[in-house]
């Protein structure tokens, strides 16, 4: 397959390779939809304002140099995961669920706070009025010339509000106005057309006018003829756009995409998934989420997770009202999901919780009014470079965060300090009259406070050079912490170190020596209630955790030792008949997205391991000379702190002291192949392994010349 690109003014034909791979020249791309979608009319590209223009070409990785493992060019939806057979979905099931609405029945009769400021919130808001009238168009456009999907969102919140006003005060009157808007525009609309922001008005209105529906579906004043046809609307017109956009990003990189194009899309698919009783479509929304190639994926919308837990959000680094979008959309993915039994909240140790947490505490201030600092891993995408958080926006109010808030606190019981911090500054929330979010949370999602203290989760100790880095989720309700260390697994613990519930929940141990085995736990308080979290085990030693005689070459080997190491060593023997570039002596991730590899020779002529968590675009790298032909080698890479050496038959052939990612930072792998690129175009290792062994730990230089000389 060739591509077409522009350099110096004129038409260049590639290779997928030469394509995706920048080797010193930059080249732009020829590709239309710059950022995600150029300039519209409005002077809104995507919905917090702003624009997507890209600032330049697309950077070469500084961090790989020249010739870094091939970037992708389009990201297919992965094979769905199917439904159990013969599901049935929870109706109501989106964002709301038919128990949800006895509680704000409940608590609206009681005048119950805040569920009662939260409904006034929703009953004195304009768009919740019975007395307007809808304004269907037969062509919605959302970027460029004629825009006019201002018209179209405004009715979308008016559906969606007076439904919420029926189900609430059961008023029927609300409900007929609703259905009034539902069919207007289910007998009327037939395109969404514009630049390539068309495909947020289908993602974003997408799932806001799925949810309008799903309350209104077991109204006995809707026909049911009137149902079906908003239905097929939603799987004719939205449901194709937010597909094709996952699947292709229209036609551009895949990181050209900020992670809220993604993420608006995902919800979407997953509303019509639901709303149309198509498990096929809910699956694939599902698997895009977990397995999805571009930034709005679990993996990917929280681009780095900081000790604490606390998850760098990928728009973190270009302004702070894309930033909260992001939030609103994943959290209205998390939730609706949730009310069908799945639990992306708590996908990856929580790895939503982790961004929201992060976000909600870069845009609130300390007692001084300053802004609160948070840890920052350097950015990169097709956008270029973000060296830092933006402070473009910083502050900005969303009304999104009663739903975070009020999941992992109050129905889960996991401390969200930061998160809670900025659901109590907004409430009562309403929609914000722009069209991004549904708002009224505070009615909508308000939660009881638990009852009892539950015990502190997710506790990790990874061995990082001298240290033993700590980390875990609070307790919601909890006063205190005590991290607590013993030599045993199950007596003997003293407290090394006290918390405040105000402070980032982490530590880093360095009272540890060399063949040490430590194990911790953590103890939350409140007045004399305790709970105590499970216990996490550090061993300051290499330990053996996967051994393989005889690796056959496109093997794959238990991936879920990978995401357990963080100081390590792979050591392997080899024997090479020919030498091809980019020839895997070991790859794991999970796609083109996440990897961890080890190449023979890579396009600098090198022996070569490298770790990227975007697309290779942070890729960090060590090299060393291509290995000997025609005779068994000793080959071996291990990690100690921030640097990773490569040894060749036992002596060491190149260092760097800045790799700062671990195999721990990919998180899920779903590859692990030995001697096979997750790339299908790389060629197969030439040749044969034996002894490929994994190991928790660094082995100093004299053990892996002991392994390189072993007799195996």
Known sequence: MEHEVVKNGQPWRLSRREFCRWSGGALLLGVTGCGGGGSSSS????????????????PANPAAGPGATSLPVQDPIPTPTSSPPG???????????????????????????????????????????????PRPLANVIRGG?????????????????????????????????????????????????????????????????????????????????????????????????????????????????????????????????????????YDEA????????????????????????????????????????????????????????????????????SGAEYVAKSNLKDSSGAFWAVPWFVSSNKQGVQAGLSPAGQGHQRFVWEMV????????????????????????EWDGGNGDQLGFGTIAFTRDAPTILVKPSGLSARVRGPAVVLSWWGSEGAESYALQRSAQADAGFSTIASYATSDVLTFADTDVSEGQVWHYRVVAASGSATAVSDVARAAIKPELLYSLPNPQIGQSIDSRVIP???????????????????????????????????????????????????????AQIVEGPVPPTKRWVHLAVTLRGNEATLYVDGAAVGTNTAMTLTPGDLGEVTQAWIARSQYAADAALDGELKGLQIYQGAIPASGIAALASAVL
């Not at 099931?93 to 400021?117: I, N």
Request: hydrophobic content about 40%.
């Open 564 to 618: 357990r190491l963080s100081d390590f060593t792979i050591s392997v023997k080899v024997y090479v008949n020919t030498i091809a570039t980019w020839a895997r002596v070991f790859d794991f991730g999970s796609g083109p997205r996440r990897w961890m590899m080890m190449t023979v020779r890579s396009n600098t002529g090198k022996l070569r391991y490298a770790i990227s968590t975007v697309h290779g675009y942070n």
């Open 286 to 353: 599902m698997t895009y989420y977990k397995a999805g190639q571009g930034n709005g994926a679990g993996l990917q919308n929280v681009y780095h997770v900081h000790p604490g837990y606390l998850g760098q959000w990928q728009e973190s680094g270009r302004d702070q009202g894309h930033t909260t979008l992001g939030i609103g959309l994943a959290a209205c993915i998390c939730e609706m999901a949730w009310s069908q039994g799945d639990d992306l909240y708590g996908y990856e140790n929580n790895r939503f919780l």
């Open 87 to 133: 599901r049935a979905f929870v109706h109501p099931g989106l964002l709301h669920t038919e128990a949800d609405f006895v509680r704000m029945r409940t608590k609206v009769a009681a005048g119950a706070q805040p569920w009662a400021s939260g409904y006034n919130a929703l009953t004195s808001n304009g768009r919740a009025q019975i007395n307007a009238t």
């Open 405 to 428: 808030s009020n999941h992992y606190a109050n129905r889960r019981g996991v401390a969200a300090p930061w998160s809670s911090q900025m659901a109590a500054s907004l409430r009562p």
């Open 43 to 58: 002077g809104r590209n995507d919905s917090a304002g702003g624009t997507d223009s890209t600032s330049g070409p697309t």
């Open 145 to 281: 010339d004629g825009a006019n999907f201002a018209q179209f969102y405004i009715d979308v919140a008016r559906s969606y509000q007076l439904a919420l006003r029926w189900r609430i005060s059961l008023d029927r009157r609300f409900a007929d106005q609703a259905v009034l808007y539902l069919n207007a525009w289910s007998s009327t609309l037939t395109a969404l057309t514009g630049n390539s922001d068309r495909f947020l008005a289908a993602g974003i209105y997408g799932y806001e006018f799925a949810n309008a529906a799903e309350l209104m579906r077991d109204y006995d004043g809707w026909a049911s003829q009137d149902f079906a046809r908003f239905q097929q609307m939603m799987v004719d017109i939205f449901y194709p756009m937010n597909k094709s956009f996952l699947r292709n990003h229209n036609d551009a990189e895949i990181t050209n995409y900020w992670a809220n194009w993604d993420l608006c899309n995902i919800a979407s698919m997953l509303a019509i998934g639901v709303l149309s009783d198509r498990a096929d479509i």
